[in-house]
């Protein structure tokens, strides 16, 4: 745990200030890695090696999570500050080394962000992740409002990023987590911000922190939401139940206890559905029906749930050591089959309290299902150039294909679906991709194919 007292804080700060973390941070990212707090961490390393004014070695430590010797970070910080920041609990001394308490400093616009290293980081010493960060948590900040006066409820807080960005301009955040770690680096990231006589961190259970008369102008949740198989062991950070709506149907059952007359609501989920339907929408609605609420949802991904199984089969593992991976990914296709699913949907739903509307859904996501039959235009032509291939629509080139984009294109024949095309092509594939992969890759390309305006369907099943 790290100690929450401000001399720590302002220690670890003053510290960030004087080697311009924070730009080196941005510079190291570039400019695509906007929402992926874990975006390519190997090229991080290389971009921090040639910058002539990062001070290599702290960088190093803290951003990427990597052990450094103690002789070479005396080099760069003051034995003092190393002496603090070990009392404080954020830094480790093993023998000659120096190495974070499973921890590194993300920055979020100009938030630092003391997080702990997730299951998959090439340092982390704990496969478990008690404070999560990751794309959604990004995706979710971007949509914060800055509303002087305000007065916010960030919902299953983690590492308080939303309701530090709130925290900027509100009059007053309330931040509630149930895990006891994440409920520390919250508080520390108050600290380390300097937002905290703004943002109150509270532990425990959703609503239960809020006293009865508070209620609020905008309310963030980013909440658990993987559908997971009963008894088996997922973090709290991401276990939604069986249909992944466990806690998610808590918090919308709660928003109008808390609501004010006009109060907004910002939910990112991920939510499990077939072609034509997403099942905690479905539950939206009927819940909303008799309420003045105005809903809107964004579909931001969707992928097809072969996948998802493996995936989540793989992540599974890692913190279940015994797990039978088999067993666990046959459980959860019995889930899907039992809930007659096929997808799951990443979303961004809105809520408007004191207006009433139907719900709206706006799909930015892949609206290609495996069953959808693509047909192409006539007059494409594609011709082989080095590795690739240029496409062009009566002489207007139109975009490129690699060689699995060429392939695919091959089968439209208005007959063969995506899952038929990825039967044929994935033997050929099998090395790179596995079938669930394969699959998902199909849809990929056929999405940019639609994109480029070269294909349509025959048959067209929309959300
Ligand atoms: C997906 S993480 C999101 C964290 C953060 N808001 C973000 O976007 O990065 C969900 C968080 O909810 C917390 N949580 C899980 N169940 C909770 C509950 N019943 N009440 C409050 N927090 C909860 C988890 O510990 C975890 O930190």
Redo the contacts with the bound molecule.
């Keep these: 745990m790290l100690k929450l007292k401000k001399q720590y804080s302002s220690t670890l700060r003053e510290l960030l200030e004087k080697i311009n973390y924070s730009l080196i941070v941005q510079t190291i990212r570039g400019n695509g890695a906007f929402l992926d707090p874990w975006f390519d961490l190997d090229s991080a390393q290389k971009a921090i090696e040639s910058i002539p004014f990062a001070k290599q070695n702290i960088m190093k430590l803290l951003y990427l999570g990597t052990p450094i010797s103690k002789e070479s970070l005396l080099n760069e910080i003051s034995a003092e500050t190393l002496m603090l920041l070990i009392e404080c609990g954020l830094l480790i001394e093993n023998e000659t080394m120096i190495e974070t308490a499973n921890i590194v400093i993300l920055m979020y616009q100009q938030l630092y962000l003391v997080v702990e290293k997730p299951t998959n980081h090439k340092y982390t010493k704990n496969s478990d992740t008690?404070?999560?960060?990751?794309y959604?948590?990004f995706r979710?900040?971007e949509n914060i409002k800055f509303d002087k006066g305000a007065v916010v409820l960030?919902?299953?807080?983690?590492?308080?990023?939303?309701g530090l960005i709130a925290g900027k301009s509100a009059a007053r955040v309330i931040s509630?987590?149930?895990?006891k770690t994440?409920f520390n680096f919250a508080s520390f990231n108050g600290l380390l911000n300097d937002l905290e006589d703004t943002v109150e961190v509270r532990l425990?259970?959703?609503y239960n922190p809020v006293k009865q008369d508070e209620k609020f102008d905008y309310i963030?949740?980013?909440?658990?939401?993987i559908p997971v198989v009963k008894n088996i062991y997922y973090p709290?950070?991401?276990d939604g139940g069986e249909d992944g709506m466990h806690?998610l149907k808590?918090i919308i059952e709660g928003i109008p206890n808390i609501a004010k007359k006009s109060s907004k609501v910002q939910i990112?989920c991920q939510c499990l559905g077939d072609s034509n339907s997403i099942l905690f929408l479905d539950y939206l609605k009927n819940f909303s029906k008799n309420l003045e609420w105005n809903c809107n949802a964004i579909v931001t991904d969707k992928l097809p749930l072969k996948y998802q199984a493996q995936q989540l089969a793989t992540f599974t593992a890692c913190v279940n050591k015994e797990l039978d991976i088999e067993k666990f990914i046959k459980d959860m296709k019995q889930i899907y089959f039992d809930l007659n699913v096929d997808y799951l949907y990443s979303l961004i739903i809105d809520i408007t309290v004191g207006e009433k509307g139907s719900l709206k859904l706006y799909n930015i996501a892949n609206s290609w299902n495996l069953k959808d039959i693509p047909v192409s235009n006539e007059n494409i032509d594609i011709r082989n150039s080095n590795d690739s291939y240029i496409v062009q629509e009566n002489s207007e080139i139109k975009g490129y294909f690699d060689t699995i984009a060429k392939d695919i294109f091959d089968l439209f024949d208005g007959e063969n679906s995506l899952s038929d095309i990825s039967k044929q092509l994935h033997p050929k594939n099998s090395e790179r991709f596995t079938e669930a992969a394969f699959e998902l890759e199909v849809m990929m390309n056929v999405q940019s194919m639609e994109k480029l305006g070269l294909i349509n369907k025959k048959s067209r099943v929309n959300l």
């Design positions: 008690d404070v999560y960060i990751g959604d948590s979710l900040a960030d919902l299953c807080s983690g590492s308080g990023i939303q509630v987590e149930l895990n994440a425990g259970n959703l963030y949740v980013n909440p658990p939401f709290l950070c991401g806690i808590k990112f």
